[in-house]
Every structure is written in C-alpha cells, then in structure tokens.
C-alpha cells in the first residue's frame, strides 16, 4: 500500500511539474509579429483600376508547345506597358530576354549594395473550353463591377506585374531614389515551366555576375481559416517550394480474351500498386518551414490549441495527427502521391497487354528523387511492376532569421495590420526556383487576401480581385522597395 501511494505521489508530482512547465511556456510565448504601420499612398485610384483592367484584356495565354503562342497579344502588352508607365519606361534601363522576358534595372546610388528582385509573370493558362459561360464576366473582358476586376490574370499573375509597376511608378513620380538596385524580372512562361522565360533570365543575370540579396516571387498569400486555432487572417510567406517528380508505374504480361482471366491481371497489378501507395504514404515530419509556421502563428492562437502548439516538442505526435486530417495541411509533413493517369485497354472482352499509370509526387525538402523511386519501389515490392522517377527536387530553403524575410514580413503588415505574417512552404510550382542560383534567399508571397474558392479560380473560372486587394498590393511592393532601402548589406 505505501509503494502504492508513493507511486501516486510522484505520478502526480510529475503531472503537476509536467503542466508547470508547458503552461509557463505557453503563457510566456511571445509575438514574431512586427507593429503594423497602416499606410496611405497618392494614388490616382481611378487611373490604377483602368491600368489593370485593360491589362486584363491581353490573352497572353502561355502553351506547352511554344509554337501555339499568340505572339501579337504579348506585343500589344508590352506595348500597353510602355504607354501606361512612362516614368518606368524612361529611368529604369529595360532589356529583353527571348525577347519577352523583361528586366528593368532602376540603378541605385550605392554601389556596395547587393540589389533586390522583384519578379512575377504576365502569362496566364487558358480558359477551359466549354466553361466560358461559367464565367459571371468575359475572362478577357476586364470588366470592373460592384468593386471588383474580373478576368485571367487578376490572381494569377498579372497583378503581380501590374502592382509592382504601379508601385515603382508612384515612387519615381515622387522622385524616388533608391541606394540599392532595384530589379523587375516578368517572364512569360511561367505557366508552362519558365524554361524561355524566367530561367532564361535568370541565366543572362548569372552571365553578368550580379548576385541579388533576396528575390520575392508569387506564391503564399493571405488566407482565412488556414491554420487550426487562429481566426486572424494568415499571409505565409514561402521559403521553399516543393519539388514535383513524375512517377511512371508499368507492366507488361500476357493479354488473351477476358472470359478467361489470369488471378491478377495487368489492370489489377497496377491498380494494386496504385493501392499499396496510398495507404502506405511518404512519412509525415514536421520540420522545416512547417515548423517555422507554427513557432510564428502559435503566439497568436488562443485555448487548447495555443497550449499544443507552444509546446511543439512534446506535442509533436498530436500537431502531426492535426495536420494530417486536411490535405492542405497534411501536405506541409511530407512528399505527396496523386494518381493522375490510367492507361490500359482497347476492347471491352480483351485484356490489355500493357498497363500503366503516372503518379504525381510534390516532393519535400530533403527527399531526393532516388528516395522517391525507393520509396516505391518497395512499397509496391513487385519485381513485375516497372518504376520510372523524372522531375525535380525542391528548392532551396531560405531564412527567416535576416533583414530579408523581416522586411517582408513588415510589408505585409503595413498593407494588412491584422493579419498574421508567418513562413511555409509552398506546395506548386514558381519562377522563384529559377533564381535560387543568383540569390541569398528566394520567397514566396502575393500580397492579397483571397479565400478557398479564389484559389479554385486561379486556374478555372470567375477569377477576380477586389479593388482593395488591388490597392494593398501597390502599397505592399512599395514599402518593399522603400523598406529594403534602409538595410545595410552586411545585416
């Protein structure tokens, strides 16, 4: 009996130091958030909404097959660029990469200062035949109705490009210096791989020895209900991009008429690899970026969530099961696997020869394309279905302890005052990869505020953005420049 309750004692002594320690953690966690400085800029809003919306009207629609570009659309919009921000067009020097792909330099007065980038693409993906009566407004139309900019481009990426040259316009038309260099870097391929675009830019750069202090690309943005536990908004700035390899699953074996069936045909060999694969799953981790999401937005959570998420270490197993419900979260733990492709068959009564099927994996930092393939190879573990890994890997990871991430992060919260800034990782694919080469650090972020359904509109119908996003987002890119100005380059 007296074991007994010396047990109990310290059973209970050790919950009482156990919930000590986690709660003074909690309690004590601090905020990673700067002060917000809400901003105003003069701006002629009316001039800015027409800029946009006539940028709008350019189809400057990107293909797999270069050859199927409407090359005149993306003449006339540069052309429009040209008209529409003199101040641009006069101070800062303009080159032309494959000719579409644009660098503008706006050289600063000091020398010793390493440049910044800003890049994004004005290429956009077509409008899916049969869906164009889906649209509330024509997808090229531009039109500006109850407060809002419609068409292809407004999310994606056009407003990255129209932002940035409203934002550098107003700077010049102020007589604006700045001490470092400041570049705009616009591909026009993105939407199919950068390959003529920025990655061709990104070469000429390396060609001229010029090494940036950070590049900010397209990618996170700002999202309600993202992270469990949090009602502020979240902008994630990313610091990293998955990779995305293509898995190639086939197998070969005798065909013959369907009334006489082998136990396991080409059909179910696949499909049984396909099923093997999806209950198995890459390992989910949570480190890295996904770390870093949750040390910046704990502090602002409230409750049981806050409790958990303050306490990662001990946590971990819990915040990993948390995050593994969604898709969207669960897909910041580990590499993930989507069957997108089946192909087997002719004939409704023969059985198919051949089988296969194309997986697409967006890979983790860390996870190289040899683990992939092992990965599959043995979690399928039949010597008769044939694995085939091409892609790439992800992205270098950039800091957030530097003046760079800082900077953005102060930005956003200049243009949004309540929401929460914090780092993650992205999960498609960016011109950003494209210049890990030539700078320090390379980040992911579109300063607006969008919800669920505008990430759908991204790529299909209805894509539009408010006014006000609008507005945020010239002002957001002009406190960058003006913010990154202030740093000196060995902080």
Do not use: C
């Not at 097959?65 to 660029?81: K, V």
């Not at 971990?316 to 979260?329: D, F, G, Q, R, Y």
């Amino acid at each position: 009996m007296k074991r007994w309750k010396m047990f109990l004692l310290g059973l209970t002594a050790f919950f009482v130091l156990f919930f000590i320690v986690t709660g003074f953690k909690t309690i004590t966690l601090t905020s990673k958030q700067p002060e917000p400085h809400p901003i105003k800029i003069d701006l002629a809003e009316e001039d800015a909404v027409a800029r946009f919306s006539k940028a709008i009207t350019y189809p400057t629609i990107s293909h797999q097959d270069y050859s199927q570009f409407s090359y005149s659309e993306f003449d006339g919009f540069l052309g429009f660029l040209e008209e529409s921000y003199p101040l641009v067009h006069e101070q800062l020097h303009l080159d032309k990469v494959n000719e579409y792909g644009l660098i503008y330099r706006w050289q600063g007065s000091e020398e010793t200062k390493e440049p910044i980038g800003l890049t994004a693409h004005y290429d956009v993906v077509p409008v899916l035949e049969g869906t164009e009566t889906a649209w509330g407004q024509s997808p090229f139309s531009g039109e500006v109705v109850d407060g809002k900019i419609w068409g292809r481009g407004t999310l994606d990426d056009k407003i990255g490009v129209i932002g940035i040259l409203e934002a550098v316009e107003n700077l010049l038309s102020e007589d604006f210096q700045p001490e470092r260099d400041v570049y705009l870097l616009f591909g026009f391929d993105e939407e199919v791989g950068g390959e003529k675009g920025a990655q061709a830019i990104a070469e000429e750069l390396k060609q001229r020895n010029i090494k940036f202090e950070f590049i900010l690309d397209e990618g996170g943005a700002i999202i309600d209900g993202m992270v469990p536990g949090l009602d502020n908004p979240v902008g994630v700035v990313g610091l990293s991009e998955k990779g995305m390899a293509t898995a190639e699953l086939s197998t070969e074996g005798s065909g013959g008429h369907s009334s006489q069936p082998e136990n396991r045909t080409n059909i179910g060999r696949i499909a049984r690899a396909i099923t093997k694969l999806e209950r198995a799953q890459f390992p989910a981790d949570l480190q890295g970026p996904a770390e870093e999401l949750l040390a910046y937005t704990a502090p602002e959570m409230k409750g049981a969530m806050k409790y958990i998420f303050a306490n990662q270490a001990i946590f971990e197993p819990v915040i990993e099961s948390i995050l593994l419900e969604k898709p969207a979260t669960a897909a910041l733990l580990r590499t993930t696997i989507a069957p997108t492709i089946f192909q087997a068959g002719e004939q409704y009564n023969a059985l198919p020869e051949k089988a296969s099927a194309v997986v697409n994996l967006r890979v983790m930092p860390g996870d190289s394309l040899a683990d992939v393939q092992s990965f599959i190879e043995e979690t399928i573990d039949d010597d008769l279905v044939h694995v085939s890994v091409t892609g790439n890997e992800a992205s270098s990871v950039s800091s957030v302890d530097n003046w760079h991430f800082k900077t953005i992060q102060q930005a956003a919260r200049n243009a949004y005052p309540d929401a929460v800034i914090a780092p993650y990782l992205m999960f498609a694919g960016s011109d950003a990869r494209h210049y890990d080469g030539i700078a320090d650090n390379t980040y992911r972020f579109l300063p607006v505020l969008i919800t669920a359904e505008d990430l759908n509109r991204m790529h299909g119908s209805n894509e539009h953005i408010s006014i006000d996003n609008y507005f945020h987002a010239i002002s957001f890119y002009r406190e960058i420049i003006k913010t990154a100005d202030k740093q000196a380059g060995d902080q």
